[in-house]
Protein backbone atom coordinates (compact mmCIF):
# COMPACT_ATOMS: atom_id res chain seq x y z
CA UNK A 1 0.00 0.00 0.00
CA UNK A 2 2.83 2.60 0.64
CA UNK A 3 6.49 3.16 0.26
CA UNK A 4 7.71 3.16 3.41
CA UNK A 5 7.78 -0.38 4.62
CA UNK A 6 9.49 -3.13 3.12
CA UNK A 7 6.96 -5.41 3.00
CA UNK A 8 3.14 -5.47 1.94
CA UNK A 9 0.40 -4.26 4.50
CA UNK A 10 -2.18 -5.47 5.94
CA UNK A 11 -5.28 -3.40 7.38
CA UNK A 12 -8.10 -5.11 9.56
CA UNK A 13 -11.22 -2.98 10.67
CA UNK A 14 -12.97 -4.42 13.74
CA UNK A 15 -16.14 -3.18 15.10
CA UNK A 16 -17.88 -3.64 17.95
CA UNK A 17 -21.79 -2.42 18.89
CA UNK A 18 -21.12 -0.86 22.23
CA UNK A 19 -19.44 1.24 22.50
CA UNK A 20 -19.01 2.27 19.31
CA UNK A 21 -15.50 0.97 18.88
CA UNK A 22 -12.53 0.57 16.29
CA UNK A 23 -9.37 -1.50 16.22
CA UNK A 24 -6.66 -0.95 13.45
CA UNK A 25 -3.80 -2.86 13.33
CA UNK A 26 -1.48 -1.96 10.51
CA UNK A 27 1.99 -4.29 9.85
CA UNK A 28 4.72 -3.83 7.79
CA UNK A 29 7.50 -5.94 7.69
CA UNK A 30 10.20 -2.79 9.68
CA UNK A 31 7.20 -1.51 12.05
CA UNK A 32 4.26 -2.50 13.61
CA UNK A 33 1.59 -0.05 14.70
CA UNK A 34 -1.57 -1.45 16.99
CA UNK A 35 -4.16 1.25 17.42
CA UNK A 36 -7.11 0.93 19.61
CA UNK A 37 -9.68 3.68 20.14
CA UNK A 38 -13.47 3.88 21.14
CA UNK A 39 -15.04 6.51 18.94
CA UNK A 40 -17.01 7.89 21.70
CA UNK A 41 -15.72 11.17 22.82
CA UNK A 42 -11.89 12.33 22.46
CA UNK A 43 -8.92 12.02 25.30
CA UNK A 44 -5.57 12.40 25.41
CA UNK A 45 -3.47 12.02 22.72
CA UNK A 46 -5.38 8.87 21.94
CA UNK A 47 -7.25 8.15 18.63
CA UNK A 48 -10.72 8.20 20.49
CA UNK A 49 -13.08 10.38 18.98
CA UNK A 50 -12.43 9.14 14.95
CA UNK A 51 -15.29 7.71 12.90
CA UNK A 52 -14.72 4.47 11.07
CA UNK A 53 -15.40 6.24 7.81
CA UNK A 54 -12.79 8.82 8.84
CA UNK A 55 -10.21 6.07 10.05
CA UNK A 56 -10.87 4.43 6.47
CA UNK A 57 -10.30 7.32 4.27
CA UNK A 58 -7.23 7.85 6.02
CA UNK A 59 -4.92 5.04 5.30
CA UNK A 60 -4.64 6.73 1.81
CA UNK A 61 -5.99 10.87 1.70
CA UNK A 62 -3.93 11.43 4.76
CA UNK A 63 -1.59 9.04 4.62
CA UNK A 64 -0.16 9.83 1.22
CA UNK A 65 0.15 14.05 1.93
CA UNK A 66 1.75 13.26 5.40
CA UNK A 67 4.51 11.28 3.38
CA UNK A 68 4.74 13.90 0.94
CA UNK A 69 4.43 16.88 3.50
CA UNK A 70 6.21 16.01 6.33
CA UNK A 71 8.94 13.48 5.24
CA UNK A 72 9.83 14.20 2.10
CA UNK A 73 8.89 18.23 1.84
CA UNK A 74 9.44 18.48 5.28
CA UNK A 75 7.55 22.18 4.95
CA UNK A 76 8.63 24.13 7.71
CA UNK A 77 6.77 27.16 10.00
CA UNK A 78 7.19 30.24 7.77
CA UNK A 79 7.78 28.87 4.17
CA UNK A 80 5.70 29.52 1.24
CA UNK A 81 3.72 26.36 -0.39
CA UNK A 82 1.91 26.27 -3.69
CA UNK A 83 -0.46 22.70 -3.36
CA UNK A 84 -1.83 22.18 -6.65
CA UNK A 85 -4.84 19.80 -6.83
CA UNK A 86 -7.45 20.22 -3.93
CA UNK A 87 -9.06 16.89 -4.19
CA UNK A 88 -9.20 14.67 -0.68
CA UNK A 89 -5.40 14.35 -0.86
CA UNK A 90 -4.70 18.15 -1.49
CA UNK A 91 -7.69 19.07 0.79
CA UNK A 92 -5.63 16.91 3.77
CA UNK A 93 -2.18 18.55 2.17
CA UNK A 94 -3.71 22.02 3.17
CA UNK A 95 -4.46 21.09 6.18
CA UNK A 96 -1.39 19.61 7.30
CA UNK A 97 0.45 22.74 5.60
CA UNK A 98 -1.69 25.37 7.64
CA UNK A 99 -0.66 22.93 10.96
CA UNK A 100 2.82 23.43 10.39
CA UNK A 101 2.63 27.13 10.22
CA UNK A 102 3.29 27.89 5.95
CA UNK A 103 1.92 30.14 3.86
CA UNK A 104 -0.52 28.10 1.73
CA UNK A 105 -1.13 28.80 -1.74
CA UNK A 106 -3.59 26.24 -3.89
CA UNK A 107 -4.51 26.20 -7.24
CA UNK A 108 -7.44 24.04 -8.80
CA UNK A 109 -9.94 24.80 -11.50
CA UNK A 110 -12.79 24.28 -9.71
CA UNK A 111 -14.18 27.12 -7.74
CA UNK A 112 -16.44 25.28 -4.71
CA UNK A 113 -13.48 23.51 -3.87
CA UNK A 114 -11.07 26.81 -3.67
CA UNK A 115 -14.17 28.38 -1.35
CA UNK A 116 -13.59 25.39 1.06
CA UNK A 117 -9.93 25.89 0.91
CA UNK A 118 -10.82 29.24 2.39
CA UNK A 119 -13.12 28.16 4.67
CA UNK A 120 -10.52 25.92 6.06
CA UNK A 121 -7.99 29.00 6.45
CA UNK A 122 -6.60 29.63 3.00
CA UNK A 123 -6.22 33.31 2.34
CA UNK A 124 -8.28 34.23 -0.56
CA UNK A 125 -5.73 36.04 -2.19
CA UNK A 126 -3.83 32.99 -2.15
CA UNK A 127 -6.38 31.13 -3.75
CA UNK A 128 -6.29 30.43 -7.74
CA UNK A 129 -7.97 28.44 -10.87
CA UNK A 130 -5.94 29.69 -13.64
CA UNK A 131 -2.02 29.14 -13.40
CA UNK A 132 -1.33 32.18 -15.78
CA UNK A 133 -2.89 34.17 -12.88
CA UNK A 134 -1.19 32.39 -9.94
CA UNK A 135 2.57 33.10 -12.53
CA UNK A 136 1.72 36.79 -13.16
CA UNK A 137 1.10 37.19 -9.21
CA UNK A 138 4.03 35.50 -8.33
CA UNK A 139 6.37 37.71 -11.11
CA UNK A 140 4.55 40.50 -10.03
CA UNK A 141 4.87 40.54 -6.10
CA UNK A 142 8.24 38.91 -6.57
CA UNK A 143 6.53 36.11 -4.08
CA UNK A 144 9.04 33.60 -3.21
CA UNK A 145 7.13 30.23 -3.55
CA UNK A 146 9.82 27.58 -1.24
CA UNK A 147 7.86 24.27 -1.88
CA UNK A 148 5.57 22.81 -4.87
CA UNK A 149 3.28 19.92 -3.94
CA UNK A 150 1.63 18.61 -6.78
CA UNK A 151 -1.12 16.30 -6.64
CA UNK A 152 -1.98 16.30 -10.12
CA UNK A 153 1.05 15.87 -11.96
CA UNK A 154 0.64 16.30 -15.51
CA UNK A 155 2.90 17.84 -18.11
CA UNK A 156 1.65 21.77 -18.13
CA UNK A 157 1.57 21.96 -14.45
CA UNK A 158 5.27 20.32 -13.76
CA UNK A 159 6.98 22.38 -16.33
CA UNK A 160 5.09 25.45 -15.02
CA UNK A 161 6.66 24.63 -12.19
CA UNK A 162 9.95 24.48 -12.11
CA UNK A 163 9.86 27.75 -12.99
CA UNK A 164 7.88 29.44 -10.80
CA UNK A 165 9.69 27.66 -7.55
CA UNK A 166 12.66 29.83 -5.84
CA UNK A 167 16.20 29.16 -6.77
CA UNK A 168 16.73 25.73 -4.15
CA UNK A 169 13.39 25.18 -3.87
CA UNK A 170 11.64 22.00 -3.87
CA UNK A 171 8.86 20.09 -5.81
CA UNK A 172 7.20 16.95 -4.73
CA UNK A 173 5.14 15.07 -7.57
CA UNK A 174 2.42 12.77 -5.91
CA UNK A 175 -0.08 13.18 -8.51
CA UNK A 176 0.28 11.05 -11.79
CA UNK A 177 -2.73 11.92 -14.49
CA UNK A 178 0.81 11.83 -16.94
CA UNK A 179 3.09 8.88 -16.68
CA UNK A 180 6.02 11.19 -18.64
CA UNK A 181 7.03 14.23 -17.80
CA UNK A 182 9.04 16.45 -19.15
CA UNK A 183 12.17 17.82 -17.10
CA UNK A 184 13.55 21.62 -17.93
CA UNK A 185 16.96 20.46 -17.34
CA UNK A 186 18.56 23.88 -18.08
CA UNK A 187 16.36 25.58 -15.62
CA UNK A 188 16.48 23.13 -12.91
CA UNK A 189 20.35 23.09 -13.04
CA UNK A 190 20.89 26.78 -12.83
CA UNK A 191 18.18 27.18 -9.89
CA UNK A 192 19.28 23.68 -8.31
CA UNK A 193 16.15 22.42 -7.62
CA UNK A 194 15.50 19.33 -5.35
CA UNK A 195 12.35 17.27 -7.43
CA UNK A 196 10.76 14.73 -5.44
CA UNK A 197 8.58 11.86 -5.69
CA UNK A 198 6.16 10.89 -2.97
CA UNK A 199 4.22 7.56 -3.14
CA UNK A 200 1.71 6.38 -0.34
CA UNK A 201 3.25 6.60 3.12
CA UNK A 202 4.30 4.09 5.90
CA UNK A 203 1.87 2.43 8.97
CA UNK A 204 3.30 5.00 11.31
CA UNK A 205 2.28 7.92 8.93
CA UNK A 206 -1.14 6.51 8.94
CA UNK A 207 -0.66 6.45 13.10
CA UNK A 208 0.38 9.96 13.02
CA UNK A 209 -2.56 11.23 10.80
CA UNK A 210 -5.10 9.39 13.31
CA UNK A 211 -3.61 11.32 16.51
CA UNK A 212 -4.46 14.32 13.94
CA UNK A 213 -7.71 13.44 12.89
CA UNK A 214 -8.72 12.86 17.24
CA UNK A 215 -7.03 15.82 18.01
CA UNK A 216 -8.84 18.14 15.77
CA UNK A 217 -6.14 19.23 13.36
CA UNK A 218 -7.02 17.67 10.55
CA UNK A 219 -10.93 17.31 9.22
CA UNK A 220 -10.76 14.73 6.06
CA UNK A 221 -13.98 15.79 3.62
CA UNK A 222 -15.34 12.43 3.45
CA UNK A 223 -18.93 11.84 2.37
CA UNK A 224 -21.04 8.36 2.65
CA UNK A 225 -23.54 6.38 0.32
CA UNK A 226 -25.11 3.26 0.37
CA UNK A 227 -23.36 0.49 -1.29
CA UNK A 228 -25.96 -0.07 -3.77
CA UNK A 229 -25.33 3.51 -5.40
CA UNK A 230 -21.68 2.56 -6.32
CA UNK A 231 -22.30 2.66 -10.09
CA UNK A 232 -23.95 6.40 -10.05
CA UNK A 233 -20.81 7.35 -7.64
CA UNK A 234 -18.55 5.24 -9.97
CA UNK A 235 -20.02 7.65 -12.84
CA UNK A 236 -19.52 10.88 -10.87
CA UNK A 237 -15.97 9.86 -10.03
CA UNK A 238 -15.32 9.44 -13.86
CA UNK A 239 -17.06 12.59 -14.05
CA UNK A 240 -15.13 14.80 -11.67
CA UNK A 241 -18.05 15.02 -9.39
CA UNK A 242 -16.73 13.63 -6.06
CA UNK A 243 -14.87 16.33 -4.57
CA UNK A 244 -13.11 14.37 -2.45
CA UNK A 245 -13.58 11.18 -0.30
CA UNK A 246 -16.53 8.63 -0.47
CA UNK A 247 -17.01 5.86 1.90
CA UNK A 248 -19.73 3.31 0.73
CA UNK A 249 -21.59 1.82 3.55
CA UNK A 250 -23.18 -1.57 3.29
CA UNK A 251 -26.80 -1.48 2.86
CA UNK A 252 -28.79 -3.22 5.67
Same mark, same amino acid.
Given at each position: ???????????????K??????????????????L?? !?? @?????H??T????? #??????D?L???????V????L??? /????? #????? %??????Q????????????????E?? @??A??????R /?????????L? /????S??I? =? @?T??D???? /??L?? =?? !?? =???????? +??V?? !??MH???????S??? !? %??? %??SFG??A???????K?????? +?????????L??F??L???????? +?????????D?
Amino acid at each position: MGSGTTGPLRLTLQSKPTPPFLSLKVRGTRSLCNLSF !QT @DKVTNHDFTGVPAT #LATSSTDALMTPFNAIVNRAKLKKG /ETVLI #LGIGG %LGFNALQLSLWLGANVYVLDKRQEVL @DQAIIFGVQR /ENTFTSIETLS /ELIASKNIL =I @DTVVDFVGN /EELFT =IS !QS =IVRRGGTI +VVVGI !QAMHLSLDNATSLQK !Q %LSI %LYSFGGSACDIKNGLKLIAEGV +VKPQVKTAPLSEFPRLLEDLHNGR +VESRMVLIPDM
